[in-house]
């Protein structure tokens, strides 16, 4: 199916910063990633379209404060959202930021799949499991990706997994290593993305 797709006609549609602004269906629906600030959801965005700039990423947590719907051939978005859980945001800001994302998760209809990122070199903090019950609750398609592999020795990666899996109380497998960094990752994951997004017209 991913043949059928130009994934090298990819453009921002909007950045949004209430439901009034979400756009128009596509056929395919919305890939939207959640995780922590700084874990890599536009990295990950760029990464999968080999592009080096379409989402705007950073060393600094908090980059991205909207909503920003890319467009994928007119076929499906990848939806990137604020980050949570950075501490030296303003009380403020923090707030702002949940409230996106609350009401992006809460008035989408047309969300497809969620990917939720975690740091494959750490536990899941409180805030990815409370994400990751959330997303069961909302029985949504998801698979977690377990970002930064680079950053570990790769004889590490099937343990650090287990680790993660067994926090999260996650008996089978839809869970797997990824690394923004590192190209043996994107065919394997859009493998894994087709193969859930496939069943769904919007
Ligand atoms: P917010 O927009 O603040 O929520 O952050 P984000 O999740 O979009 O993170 P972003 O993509 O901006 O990346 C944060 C930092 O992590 C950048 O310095 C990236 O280069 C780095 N990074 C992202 N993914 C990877 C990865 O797989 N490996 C390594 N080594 N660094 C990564
Ligand atoms: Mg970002």
């Known amino acids: 199916m991913k043949d059928n797709i130009n994934l090298n006609n990819a453009k921002i549609e909007i950045s949004a910063t209430n439901k009034k602004q979400y756009p128009k269906s596509l056929p395919l629906g919305e890939i939207v990633l959640v995780g922590k600030s700084n874990i890599g959801k536009s990295s990950f965005i760029n990464s999968m379209l080999n592009r080096k700039k379409l989402a705007r990423t950073s060393s600094e947590p908090g980059k991205t404060r909207q909503i920003n719907f890319y467009n994928i051939d007119d076929m499906f978005y990848f939806v990137d959202l604020p980050g949570y859980g950075y501490s030296k945001m303003s009380k403020k800001d923090q707030l702002e930021s949940?409230?996106?994302?609350?009401?992006?998760?809460?008035?989408?209809?047309?969300?497809?799949?969620?990917?939720?990122?975690?740091?494959?070199?750490?536990?899941?903090?409180?805030d990815d499991i409370?994400?990751?019950?959330?997303?069961?609750?909302?029985?949504?398609?998801?698979?977690?990706l377990c970002n930064k592999a680079d950053k570990i020795a790769k004889t590490k990666v099937e343990a650090k997994k287990d680790e993660i899996k067994k926090i999260l109380g996650i008996s089978y497998s839809t869970i797997y290593e990824y690394s923004s960094i590192k190209k043996e990752y994107v065919e394997p994951t859009w493998k894994n993305i087709f193969n859930i997004i496939k069943d769904v017209e919007k």
């Open 98 to 126: 949940g409230k996106y994302i609350e009401e992006y998760l809460e008035e989408s209809k047309d969300i497809s799949l969620i990917i939720l990122l975690i740091d494959i070199r750490h536990n899941p903090t409180n």
């Open 130 to 144: 409370h994400m990751y019950n959330y997303i069961l609750s909302k029985n949504i398609p998801f698979i977690i």
